[in-house]
C-alpha cells in the first residue's frame, strides 16, 4: 500500500485487504449453479442444424422427417421466429456512417458464414435434437464469398450484404493536425506492419441459455449465463414485445464470460422465441465445437503505422491505419466497431507527443462475427506502439528503459488529454518504469543474456507500457442510442437480526465482484465481512445498473456499494442516538457495535438497533420511521473514463533452430487505483496475462480460403495451458482517482492489454543478433523459422 | 454434441467378443480405454450401433516376460508405461515416449492396444512399436497371428486388423545391455500431438553403432521408419559427419504432408533438428 491513510483507513477496514471469496468454498464444492445445471420441470432442448457454407441461399428446408421423429416437438425455420421477433441492427449512433444488415434469430433465405445457425429443433432431449437434425436437408446454392481482408476491400468484390455499395462497415479518422511536419523535420522514422490474428475467448462454461415462458402470467423468465442481464431484459422485452416487468433474467454463477457473453447471439434469441412459442422451458448450451464457429471472435487487425522521433529519441508524431475485419454483420447491441475505434484512440497513449493522425476501416466478409473481448484494442493499441518504441530504441542506440523513460508522460503533468482526445486524470509511467526496472534485475537479465548469447542460447528481454480505459460513463455506449445502463444500483438492508444485505447490479462470473462488494459494504458499515451477503444477477432482484463489462465493476459497482452503505450508516446511527440520546456525530459502528465514536467504547449492537427498529418501533419516539433498507444509484461523473496503467515486462527464450519459444518469468506493475483485495487484483492481473500470452504465442481461429474455420476444436485451437506459463510477479502503484470516495480504477483487462506487446518484443530483442523481425502474432514455430529463414 | 443412440455389451472372453461381432455385422466397435473413440461418439463422427467393452477380457491383461520378449497386454494403459518396472526394465524406449502421451487423465484410461489399434500417424507408440521392432499379437476368429509393426500399419488409420480383430498384446525385444535408447518430440504445448517425435533404439559395440532403428511420428500418414538415415548410421560411429549425413537422408525417409500451418519443409527441418539433437544424447549414452 504505497497510498497515504485516508479515511478508508478505520478499524474494521477490509478494503485493501486480502480476505477469501466467500464464494469459493461453494464452488470447490460443486454447488455451484450454473445455468448448464439446470433443470425445470417440462424443460425441452433445442439444437441447430447449421451452414456448412460461408454464403449461400436457402433455397429450400425439407423438415418433415425430423418433425416426425419420436421425441421431436417442434422445428423451426427463419420464419417461424421472424414471426414474433422483431429484427436487431448492431449499429450505434455515435459512430457516423456505420452500417450492418438486421439480424433475425434464424435466416429467411441466406446464410452468411459457415456455421450459421439454420434450422432449430426441439425435442425431449438434446440427442434427439441431434438426431433429428440429420434428417433435415436444406437445398443451398453457393454464392460468392469474401473470406480475406484484401478481397473484401477490393472494389468489384462479392458483396458481403448483397445490395451495399461495398464490403466497409465503418471508417473513422482522427487527425490532431502538424503530423506532416513532423514527420518531414524528424530525424528517425520507424514504420512497420502489424497483423494480430482472430481468436476467441474459450470460457471454461460455454454459452448456456434456459429460456422460460409461462403464457398465463405473460411472464418470461430467462436464465442466462450472461455478465448483462439488465440489457438482455431490456432485449428480450423489446425485440419479442413483452412489458420489461414481465422479463427476468437470472443469471447465478457464470463460468467465465470475458466480454464473450454480452453479445446478442442468434441461438439465445431463438431459444426465447422457441419457448414462447411452445410455452416450455428451453434449454441450449453451446458446445465446444458451436462456440468455436459462433461466440464472437476478437482482433484481426492489420496496422501500418509510423512514428516520427527527434535526434534526442523524443517521439514527434504517430500515424496510424488501421484495418481490420469483423465477419458478416455488427453484433448487437454494442457493435463491432469498438475495437477498432479503441485500437486508434490508445495508440501512443503513455507517451506526450503532440500530432498524431489516424484512419480505421471496418470490413465485412464472411466469417463469424467479432466484437467485444477482454481488452477490446487494448492490446493492439499496446503492441504497435510498444514495437515501433522499440525499433527507434534500437534506431537511436537507446535502452527500451531510457526511450520509455524520456517519452512516458510525466507523473506530474496530469491533467493531460492526449492528441486522440482522451482526458487522463493522473497517471504513473515513470513511477511504474522504476519500480518494474527494480523487479526484474534488469541489468542482471541484460547481463545473463549477453552470457548466454555467446553459448548459443538466444533470450530475449521484452517491456511494454500500456494505459487502460475502465469505469465507462455514457460516453461509452449511452449516448450512441445503445439502452445499456453506466450507472449501478445497490440496496443495502440491515436484518431483523442485525446481518446485513446487499443486492447490487454488478455481477460475478468468476472474478470476484461478490468478496470485494461485501469487503467494501462490510468496511464502510463497521460490520464483520461474514455478516453481508451479497446478492447479484437477477433483474427481478437486483437494481438496474450496467452490471460487468469494460472494468467497472469495482471502480462504479464499488463506489455504489460504498454509498449505499454510508447512507445505511448514517441512518442506523440516527435511530442509535435516539435510543442511546446521543448525537449521531457522537457515534460510530465498529464489528457490529455502536461505539462512542471518540473512544470506541461500545453503546450498543446493531443487532439490537434492528431488533427495536423491526419489533419495537412503538418504543421509539412519535415520528420515528427507521429505514434500514437504503437504495443507491452511482452513475460516474467527471471524467469521461477513469484511465489506468502500468508496465509489463518478459524474458523468455528463443530456440533458434525449432523456433520454440520459452517464457522465463513475467513481470507486471500495474496502477488500478484504489485496491480492494490484493489477492484478487493480481489473480486478476495473471488471469489476464495468460490470454495476453495465448494471443501471443498459441490462440487464432485459422480459416481456409474457402471460409471454414480449420481449427474449431481444443485439440486444434491452442489455449495457454499451465505447463506453458511462467511465472508472473506483480507490483503495483496505487493512483487512487478523485472522481469516486473509493478511489478504484478497473483491473481486469491490464494483464491481456500489454502481455502480447512484451511477448512480440521479447522475441524481437532474442532474434536481433539474426536481424530477423517479426510483426505479427500470434509468434509461431513456424513465424520464427521463417523469420529466421531456417526452412 | 451427444453421441447417436448405441447398444452396449460388455465381453468377459475373446470369444464372446468376436460373437457379439459378428452379430452386428461391420456395425459393432471395440471399445477399451475410448480415449479416441468416445469423442469420435459424440462428434458423431462414428456411430455404431454396437459398442463391445472389452476391457474385462483377462487375456487382454498383464506384463510379463515371454522368452526373449517382454509380452504387453492390449489393455495395459498408458500410466502403466509409467509405473510397470518390467517396462522400464525390458523396454525403457516405451517408458520414455509415455509421459509424452496427452495428459494424464488420458494416459489413465487409454491402452496400448487401443493406441496401436487406431494407428494415429501422430501417436508415439505406434510409432516406437516401430523402432522396438515389436511384434503385434492379434486374435481373429481363424485363431492368432503375430504380425511385425514393420508390417502392420498400412496407410492413415489403415493397420493389418482385419474386421473384428483385436489386438491381444504387444511383444517387445528385451532391451539388452550394449542398447541406447532415444526419444523426444517437439510438441507446443506439453501433451498435444507434436509437429515432430522420433524415438530411435541403437545397438552399440563400444562407441560403434552397429545397428539402429529410428521410428518418426506426425511427419505423414503412418508412423515412419527413417530407413536410410539408418543405414547412414548402421556400423558408424556417430561423429558429426555421419549425424549430418543421416540428417540429409531424411529428406528420402520422409514425406511430410501439405500443412498450412506446419509447411511440409519445416517439417522436414524439425525432424533434422530433432534427430541431430537425438543422436546427440545416444552419443552421451542416453
Known amino acids: ?791 | 454434441m451427444k453421441a447417436r443412440a448405441f447398444s452396449y455389451f460388455r465381453a468377459r472372453t475373446i470369444e464372446e467378443a468376436f460373437d457379439a461381432h459378428v452379430r452386428c455385422a461391420d456395425e459393432a466397435r471395440y471399445i477399451a480405454g475410448g480415449q479416441s473413440l468416445v469423442p469420435a461418439l459424440s462428434l458423431r463422427l462414428q456411430a455404431p450401433r454396437l459398442l463391445i467393452d472389452i476391457t474385462h477380457i483377462a487375456e487382454l491383461r498383464g506384463v510379463r516376460r515371454e522368452g526373449e520378449f517382454l509380452r504387453i497386454g492390449a489393455l495395459t494403459r498408458h500410466c502403466e508405461m509409467l509405473s510397470e518396472p518390467l517396462i522400464a526394465e525390458f523396454a525403457p524406449l516405451l517408458r520414455a515416449a509415455a509421459p509424452f502421451v496427452a495428459h494424464p487423465a488420458i494416459r489413465n484410461r487409454g491402452t496400448l492396444g487401443g493406441s496401436i489399434a487406431l494407428a494415429d500417424p501422430a501417436a508415439e507408440f505406434p510409432a516406437m512399436a516401430l523402432a522396438l521392432d515389436a511384434e503385434i499379437e492379434i486374435a481373429g476368429r481363424s485363431g492368432k497371428r503375430r504380425v511385425k509393426a514393420d508390417d502392420f500399419f498400412i496407410d492413415l488409420f489403415e493397420t493389418a486388423l482385419e474386421p473384428g480383430e483385436l489386438i491381444v498384446a504387444v511383444h517387445v525385444p528385451l532391451f539388452k545391455s550394449g542398447q541406447r535408447i532415444a526419444f523426444d518430440e517437439l510438441a507446443r504445448r506439453r501433451g498435444d500431438y507434436a509437429q515432430v517425435g522420433c524415438g530411435m533404439l541403437a545397438t552399440y559395440t563400444d562407441k560403434r553403432v552397429d545397428d539402429i532403428r529410428i521410428a518418426f511420428f506426425s511427419v505423414g500418414s503412418v508412423p515412419t521408419r527413417a530407413k536410410q538415415a539408418e543405414s547412414v548410421l548402421a556400423g558408424a560411429v556417430l561423429d558429426a559427419a555421419h549425424v549430418a549425413a543421416a540428417q540429409a537422408a531424411l529428406a528420402n525417409d520422409l514425406m511430410p504432408p501439405d500443412s498450412d500451418d506446419v509447411p511440409p519443409a519445416m517439417r522436414l527441418h524439425l525432424a533434422r533438428v530433432l534427430l541431430g539433437r537425438l543422436l546427440g544424447r545416444l552419443g552421451e549414452g542416453a
Open chain 1, 1 to 791: 500500500m504505497s497510498a497515504p491513510l485516508t479515511s478508508l483507513d478505520r478499524p474494521n477496514s477490509y478494503i485493501g485487504r486480502s480476505v477469501p471469496r466467500p464464494n469459493a468454498k461453494r464452488l470447490l464444492a460443486g454447488r455451484g449453479r450454473y445455468v448448464s445445471d439446470l433443470r425445470l420441470p417440462r424443460m425441452l432442448h433445442a439444437a441447430f442444424l447449421r451452414s456448412p457454407h460461408p454464403h449461400a441461399k436457402i433455397v429450400s428446408i425439407d423438415c418433415e422427417q425430423a418433425r416426425a421423429l419420436e421425441g421431436v416437438h417442434f422445428v423451426a425455420t427463419g420464419e417461424d421466429l421472424a414471426k414474433i421477433c422483431t429484427p436487431w441492427t448492431g449499429t450505434l449512433d455515435h459512430f457516423k456512417g456505420m452500417t450492418s444488415e438486421p439480424q433475425l434469430p434464424l435466416p429467411l433465405d441466406r446464410v452468411a458464414w459457415a456455421g450459421q445457425a439454420v434450422v432449430a429443433v426441439v425435442a425431449e432431449s438434446r440427442a434427439i435434437a441431434e438426431d433429428a437434425l440429420e434428417l433435415i436437408v436444406v437445398d443451398y446454392k453457393e454464392l460468392p464469398s469474401v473470406i480475406d481482408l484484401d478481397t473484401a476491400r477490393q472494389s468489384g468484390a462479392p458483396l458481403v450484404n448483397p445490395g451495399s455499395a461495398s464490403n466497409v462497415c465503418f471508417r473513422s479518422q482522427l487527425d490532431s493536425g502538424g503530423v506532416d511536419d513532423a514527420f518531414a523535420t524528424a530525424t528517425h522514422i520507424v514504420e512497420g506492419e502489424f497483423s494480430f490474428g482472430r481468436h476467441t475467448a474459450v470460457t471454461l462454461e460455454p454459452r448456456a441459455i434456459v429460456a422460460d415462458y409461462d403464457h398465463s402470467a405473460g411472464m418470461l423468465t430467462v436464465h442466462h449465463a450472461t455478465q448483462t442481464p439488465y440489457q438482455f431484459q431490456d432485449l428480450y422485452s423489446r425485440h419479442y414485445g413483452i412489458p420489461e416487468a414481465r422479463v427476468r433474467v437470472i443469471a447465478t454463477d457464470i463460468g467465465g464470460s470475458f466480454g464473450m457473453k454480452l453479445h446478442v447471439y442468434h441461438e439465445d434469441m431463438a431459444v426465447v422465441g422457441l419457448s414462447i412459442l411452445l410455452g416450455r422451458p428451453v434449454k441450449y448450451v453451446a458446445d465446444r465445437t458451436e462456440s468455436f464457429v459462433s461466440d464472437i471472435h476478437a482482433r484481426d487487425h492489420r496496422v501500418r503505422a509510423r512514428m516520427a522521433l527527434n535526434a534526442d529519441g523524443e517521439i514527434l508524431a504517430m500515424d496510424v491505419q488501421d484495418l481490420t475485419a469483423i465477419g458478416a454483420f455488427s453484433t448487437y447491441p454494442r457493435t463491432s466497431v469498438v475495437e477498432g475505434n479503441q485500437v486508434i484512440r490508445l495508440i501512443g497513449a503513455p507517451y506526450g507527443f503532440k500530432s498524431y493522425r489516424a484512419a480505421l476501416e471496418v470490413i465485412f466478409q464472411h466469417k463469424v462475427q467479432t466484437s467485444q473481448y477482454r481488452a477490446v484494442g487494448h492490446p493492439i493499441a499496446c503492441a504497435v506502439t510498444e514495437r515501433l518504441v522499440d525499433m527507434a530504441a534500437a534506431r537511436l542506440g537507446l535502452d527500451p528503459f531510457a526511450i520509455r523513460d524520456k517519452n512516458v508522460i510525466a507523473d506530474d503533468a496530469y491533467p493531460r488529454t492526449s492528441p486522440t482526445g482522451y482526458r487522463f486524470e493522473a497517471l504513473s509511467h515513470q513511477a511504474c518504469l522504476q519500480r518494474l526496472h527494480a523487479m526484474m534485475d534488469y541489468d542482471a537479465l541484460r547481463t545473463e543474456q549477453a552470457e548466454l548469447r555467446t553459448r548459443g542460447i538466444y533470450r530475449g528481454i521484452g517491456i511494454a507500457t500500456f494505459v487502460e480505459i475502465t469505469n465507462p460513463s455514457p460516453a461509452f455506449y449511452g449516448v450512441g442510442g445503445a439502452r445499456i445502463s453506466s450507472q449501478d444500483g445497490a440496496t443495502v438492508s440491515l436484518t431483523p437480526s442485525g446481518e446485513v444485505r446487499c443486492l447490487i447490479s454488478v455481477t460475478e462470473q468468476g472474478q470476484g465482484t461478490e468478496a470485494i462488494i461485501s469487503q467494501i459494504v462490510a468496511d464502510q458499515l463497521g460490520v464483520v465481512q461474514d455478516q453481508v451477503k451479497v446478492i447479484t444477477g437477477d433483474t427481478e432482484v437486483t437494481p438496474h445498473g450496467g452490471a460487468t463489462w469494460a472494468c467497472r465493476g469495482a471502480g462504479i459497482g464499488g463506489e455504489t456499494a460504498l454509498q449505499a452503505a454510508r447512507a445505511l450508516k448514517r441512518n442506523i446511527l440516527e435511530i442509535a442516538a435516539l435510543i442511546l440520546q446521543e448525537q449521531p456525530s457522537a457515534l460510530d459502528i465498529i464489528d457490529g457495535q455502536v461505539v462512542d465514536a471518540s473512544t470506541a467504547t461500545p453503546r450498543l449492537p446493531i443487532a439490537e438497533i434492528a431488533r427495536i427498529a423491526y419489533f419495537r418501533s412503538d418504543t421509539l419516539p412519535p415520528g420515528t420511521q427507521a429505514q434500514l433498507t437504503v437504495s443507491h444509484h452511482f452513475a460516474p461523473q467527471g471524467y469521461p473514463f477513469a484511465f489506468t496503467n502500468g508496465i509489463q515486462g518478459c524474458s523468455l527464450e528463443v530456440d533458434v533452430e525449432t523456433g520454440f519459444i520459452k517464457l522465463l518469468k513475467h513481470f507486471v506493475v500495474e496502477d488500478c487505483g484504489r485496491i480492494i483485495n490484493p489477492m484478487l487484483v493480481d489473480e486478476q492481473l495473471r488471469g489476464g496475462v495468460v490470454q495476453g500470452l495465448g494471443a501471443a504465442l498459441f490462440e487464432e481461429c485459422r480459416y481456409s480460403d474457402t471460409g471454414q474455420l480449420i481449427n474449431g476444436s481444443l485439440a486444434d485451437y491452442l489455449v495457454p495451458m499451465a505447463m506453458e506459463m511462467p511465472d508472473i510477479m506483480i507490483a503495483h502503484v496505487e493512483t487512487p482517482t478523485k472522481d469516486t470516495a473509493l478511489g478504484a480504477k478497473g483491473c481486469g483487462e491490464a494483464g491481456t492489454a500489454a502481455a502480447s506487446a512484451c511477448v512480440l518484443n521479447a522475441v524481437n530483442d532474442a532474434l536481433a543478433p539474426f536481424g530477423a523481425s517479426i510483426n505479427s502474432i500470434p509468434i509461431t514455430p513456424t513465424t520464427v523459422l521463417k523469420a529466421l529463414k531456417r526452412f
